[in-house]
Nanobody, 121 residues
């Protein structure tokens, strides 16, 4: 199971840190990703990290503002979001992959329930 938390309402320019705790599996077996879905839009990739944290990747829209990290001792992956913009408003989902960190949602087997981030202008 994946349990995401940390969403909320923030003003533009502010910061939030999302967390996703993984239970019921061996965390280090998973590469992890964060995706987001805005109202009326398709789910899109935000960031991904390899099982050991050695490789990360970001969507161009969040590069330089968001940072993905993980703590394997706590079975947790994080998404630090800085300089938030109204267009970052979305439900954010964490996901686990056993086939490598990827920007494609089809490569992810397990998904959390999502946490809502709302950025006001």
């Amino acid at each position: 199971q994946l349990q995401a938390s940390g969403g909320g309402l923030v003003q533009a320019g502010g910061s939030l840190r999302l967390s996703c705790v993984v239970s019921g599996g061996i965390f280090i077996n998973y590469d992890m990703g964060w995706f987001r879905q805005a109202p009326g839009k398709e789910r899109e990739f935000a960031a991904a990290i390899s099982w050991d944290g050695g490789r990360t990747s970001y969507a161009d829209s969040v590069k330089g503002r968001f940072t993905i990290s993980r703590d394997n001792a706590k079975n947790t992956v994080y998404l630090q979001m800085n300089s938030l913009k109204p267009e970052d408003t979305a439900v954010y989902y964490c996901a686990a992959s056993i086939t490598g960190p990827s920007s494609s949602p089809t490569r992810y087997t397990y998904w959390g329930q999502g946490t809502l981030v709302t950025v006001s202008s």
